[in-house]
């Protein structure tokens, strides 16, 4: 089955720097990878997520790449603010019907001002 | 937006009870989907269900069981709880496309 590690566990940065977490994943199959973003209190919401036949993709001050080849995805989140401080999980897996996602052991960011 | 609520926001039990976890979305979503949350390992599937009665087990099944009678009600039942259980419960849902829309999630604590 799928298998998804995440890196670092943990990330402090000063405002107004750029963060990256990066993410593998283990099956060639999987063709849909989402980043969800976790407040305290809070359920994961998705905030940006890519399919495989792109290579990156953008929202403003968010953008995630994909390198299919080497199964590899990141998250980069630049000119950080403190609202940007939660837990960040990405995923692997298929984005159709019941297709489930596996997700990554998660990355607390700390933006500090 | 789609609303994906939680019965309980905490929970404690006693080691040994049956345990009922609700989820109720409102959407008419198909797919529904019961993960637990647990420090330093991430989100893991515990069991979801992709119509009316129907289920499927996910990664970490052992020690429980889903209800699914119908299409917005979706419950987690722990038949025995045991310490090894207390987590964070998060249920969330999807129409046929990718996006999860999670609740906001049960503290369940098995003393």
Known sequence: GENVEQHPSTLSVQEGDSAVIKCTYSDSASNYFPWYKQELGKGPQLIIDIRSNVGEKKDQRIAVTLNKTAKHFSLHITETQPEDSAVYFCAAGGNTGFQKLVFGTGTRLLVSP | ?111
């Open chain 2, 1 to 111: 937006d789609v609303k994906v609520t939680q019965s309980s926001r905490y929970l404690v039990k006693r080691t040994g009870e049956k345990v009922f976890l609700e989820c109720v979305q409102d959407m008419d979503h198909e797919n529904m989907f019961w993960y637990r949350q647990d420090p330093g390992l991430g989100l893991r599937l515990i069991y979801f269900s992709y119509d009316v009665k129907m289920k499927e087990k996910g990664d970490i099944p052992e020690g429980y069981s889903v209800s699914r009678e119908k299409k917005e009600r979706f419950s987690l039942i722990l038949e025995s709880a045991s310490t090894n259980q207390t987590s964070m419960y998060l249920c969330a849902s999807k129409a046929g496309g990718g996006k999860l829309f999670f609740g906001s999630g049960t503290q369940l604590s098995v003393l």
